[in-house]
């Protein structure tokens, strides 16, 4: 029978990475006793390897250009919007109401 998929939560993965970092268990050990798979271990290792210095890197972009970037992205969705209206205007002329020939 198959297994269900699991799904584990950010801290279960940090908690693995690093006792794989740490080295206090063997692969075999940690698999068996944590209950997960060598290959997703060694993939959640090098993962909290290689973001690791982010957390110590430069402070988080300041939050006032979270405001004008969301400000943007509306303007570009209503843009979009529009222009999608447009086109479904000159379909309906050319092909009918929607329902006709879809």
Do not use: C, Y
Not at 8 to 25: D, N, Q, R, W, Y
Not at 70 to 90: C, F, P, Y
């Amino acid at each position: 029978m198959r297994r269900r998929r699991r799904n584990h939560s950010p801290a279960f993965k940090a908690k693995v990475a690093l006792t794989a970092i740490a080295g206090e268990l063997t692969m075999a050990e940690m698999t068996k006793k944590l209950d997960v798979h060598a290959q997703q271990i060694t993939t959640w290792k090098k993962q909290l390897v290689a973001s690791a210095p982010d957390v110590f890197g430069k402070p988080q972009a300041d939050s006032g250009d979270t405001g004008e970037t969301i400000h943007s992205l509306r303007a570009k969705v209503g843009q979009l919007t529009m222009e999608n209206d447009s086109w479904e205007r000159g379909l309906t002329k050319i092909h009918g109401p929607r329902g006709k020939n879809w």
